[in-house]
């Protein structure tokens, strides 16, 4: 089959914004004006085509990320005529308990458009979503959405953009009229103004620029021409030469500028509507396509040497999974892009994680939860595999014969925990199955064990998450159950170097277990994780038994030592020990490793990690005194305090801890007039008040069973 759109007219692009932004209203005008829907589904009701969960169409919000593909044909910014793109876009959720749907979206696309609520401007999750953009090297342009409601400011926007993202953010296009009387824009590429009467109209009219914002309109295109003519240094010799650079020029300048990541075309407009027309041709001429984004790095795994796949069809197939979902008709679902090669479907593919190869069912293009089959896929594409057993987010999938592994996707720590338990025991091994199967899904979900009290512990990025969760077992996997209070994810760490000696003998008549190790334990910087090193000379201990003792380590680790709570970030060594040729076994040095870790860590100066959150409160400044005095009770730091049109914004570190139940001591303060977005930032050593308390109820007996 004979690939239907070329590489460099297929465009793969996110849709990315703080909660409320209005990115899926945004997707939703897109999917409208490409044709793809026949109308424009309002979240408020319930009907947007990617927001097709029951969780999301109750709640108005994305929860899980969504892949549509639409066609488009440039109208007005057009560097060729008649060329049709394909157009494979993400609409991602906003709200940061789903930060892992932004991330790893981030990480398969070639370029964004980033929603701004034009009442609003940058908000918390802007500048997050804003900063994952910038980690994968995402080449963005900015949309300011819903400048025609009341309160609504392109320019107010704009600013707060220049302040707390990038000086480098430049309108291609503004706004005519202000709130709810604008009535279309003016192009600054080509100086025509493009008017409406509504903003549902099919067709704009094509006129001048209004004679009262001509000289507006000539300063804006001016400063847009000089900066884009920085990142092309032939345009720049014409330009500052006095020649007049041609429309095409013009905008192969702003194309090269964006393209190079440090350069962010502006819009602004109803997302709704007709206006969405010009966030597609500035999606089509100004963000890459696959072959602008160029060659993918890799290891070969047969020479372990780094490799590059170019964006080819005649490459050999190369592709990373980023997304697992469970879809009710057709079971397991991979969500892949693929950065080489193609593939048919009936052929094989090798999982670089496992070795294993997999047979390649059935390919499907989704749209949000229906799907499309497709008997084969090419370079840029982005589609799903059904079935694949043992393939999870991150995963590296490639030809058989020419196996490379791609740098996976890493995620944020779970910061919230609690308690689950089936209602009655019919529930109990669908509960399995359903925190199983949810768990492969969302690499920010965790599962455990607590072998304490004998409870299964569930672990998200915040209550949301959790509760939803909860739900979806419900809904779609018909299990009840019982939830505990949430719970704060402390993890343990250590401040100080240490060594220990540990022996585990045991004499019970027939063969003994004899293990003997000595431990080194350092702490590591915040973040980097677990390092185990074998420093054993002279075979004090046998190789067969260095692997048991870093398990061994590892699971008493995975239990803490001082509350019960994972250990993290250290660095230990085994640099010593002795074996006996008889008693000596797997086990029992396993078992002296466990014991010599919960020694060594009581040398190093043990300590209690806490979640930091970032916090944002949004108040009237009659209240600020009041939510700034409940802040300081709760151990934060208040960062910074400014304006927003009339309102205060209080930017604060706050732990995890003492925020439960804000929400209602928020809305009581200030007679339900402030908000507020909280999203994890670090984690820091808890003080030593509260953190003899943490110890404390700790010990309790199945103190947890009560909570």
């Known amino acids: 089959m004979p690939r239907e759109y070329s590489i460099d007219h297929t465009r793969n692009i996110g849709i990315i914004a703080h909660i409320d932004a209005g990115k899926t209203t945004v997707t939703e005008g897109i999917l409208f004006n490409t044709g793809l829907t026949h109308k424009i589904g309002a979240v408020h009701e319930g009907e947007t085509t990617t927001d097709w969960m029951e969780q999301e169409r109750e709640r108005g919000i994305t929860i899980t990320a969504a892949a549509v593909t639409c066609y488009w044909e440039p109208k007005f910014i057009k560097l060729a005529d008649g060329v049709k793109h394909k157009i494979n876009i993400i609409d991602t959720p906003g709200h940061v308990d789903f930060t892992v749907e932004v991330e790893r979206s981030l990480r398969v696309l070639d370029g964004a458009v980033v929603v701004f609520d034009g009442k609003m401007g940058v908000e918390p999750q802007s500048e997050t979503v804003w900063r994952q953009a910038d980690k994968y090297h995402v080449p963005r342009m900015c949309f300011i959405n819903k400048i025609n409601q009341t309160g609504g400011d392109f320019y107010k926007s704009l600013d707060s953009i220049h302040k707390r993202l990038s000086p480098n953010a430049f309108p291609i296009q503004l706004p005519i009229g202000f709130e709810k009387e604008i009535n279309g824009v003016v192009d600054l590429i080509n100086m025509k103004a493009y008017s409406y009467k509504d903003f549902t109209d099919k067709e704009f009219t094509v006129g001048e620029v209004p004679a009262d914002m001509l000289e507006k309109a000539k300063e804006f295109r001016h400063n847009l021409l000089e900066k884009v003519v920085e990142f092309d240094d032939a345009l720049m010799e014409k330009y500052l030469g006095g020649q007049e650079l041609t429309e095409k020029e013009f905008l192969l300048a702003i194309r090269k500028a964006v393209q190079g990541g440090q350069f962010f075309p502006v819009l602004g407009g109803d997302g709704r509507g007709i206006i969405v027309q010009t966030i597609l041709d500035a999606v089509t001429n100004f963000l890459p396509s696959p072959l602008d984004r160029g060659s993918v790095k890799g290891t070969d795994l047969k020479t372990n040497q780094p490799i590059e796949r170019k964006p080819e069809d005649s490459e050999p197939f190369t592709a990373l999974a980023f997304k697992i979902a469970t879809d009710p008709f057709v079971g397991r679902l991979c969500f892949f892009r693929v950065y080489a090669g193609h593939l048919e479907a009936g ?212 239990n803490g030592v001082i509350a019960g709570y994972p250990l993290v970030d250290f660095k230990i060594a085994v640099y010593d020990g002795s074996y006996h040729e008889v008693d000596s076994s797997e086990m029992a040095f396993k078992i002296a490793a466990s014991k010599g870790l919960q020694e060594v860590v009581k040398r190093a100066q043990p300590i209690i990690l806490e979640p930091i959150m970032k916090v944002e409160v949004t108040t009237p400044e009659v209240n600020m005194g009041d939510v700034i005095g409940d802040l300081n009770s709760k151990r934060a730091q208040i960062n910074e305090m400014t304006d927003r049109l009339h309102l205060k914004i209080i930017d604060a570190h706050v732990p995890l801890s003492e925020m439960f139940g804000y929400a209602t001591t928020l809305r009581s303060m200030t007679q339900g007039q402030a908000s507020y977005t909280m999203e994890f930032d670090h984690y820091s050593e808890v003080p030593r008040n509260v953190a003899e308390k943490i110890i404390e109820s700790r010990q309790g007996i199945n103190v947890r069973k009560g909570m």
């Open 347 to 558: 052929s094989y593919v090798l999982n670089a994680r496992t070795g294993n190869k997999e047979r390649v069912g059935r390919i499907v293009r989704m749209r949000a939860n229906d799907r499309d089959e497709v008997k084969e896929v090419f370079t840029g594409d982005i589609c799903a595999l059904v079935g694949p057993k043992d393939t999870f987010t991150g995963d590296t999938l490639c030809d058989v014969d020419h196996p490379i592994h791609l740098e996976t996707i890493k995620f944020a720590e779970p910061v919230i925990s609690m308690s689950i338990e089936p209602k009655t025991k019919a529930d109990q091994e669908k509960m399995g199955i359903a925190l199983s199967k949810l768990g492969e899904e969302d690499p920010t979900f965790r599962i455990r064990s607590d072998e304490e009290t004998q409870q299964t512990i569930i672990s998200g990025m915040g209550e949301l998450h959790l509760e939803i969760i909860v739900d979806r077992m419900k809904r779609e996997f018909k299990v009840e159950a019982n939830v505990g209070k949430p719970e704060v994810a402390y993890k343990e760490t250590i401040k100080a170097t240490a060594t220990a000696e540990s022996k585990y003998i045991r004499q019970s008549g027939g063969k003994g277990q004899y293990g003997h190790v000595y431990l080194r334990i350092e702490p590591q910087e915040r973040g980097k994780g677990y390092e185990f090193l074998d420093e054993i000379v002279g075979g004090a201990i046998p190789k067969e038994y260095i692997k048991p003792i870093d398990k061994g380590i590892q699971e008493s680790a995975a």
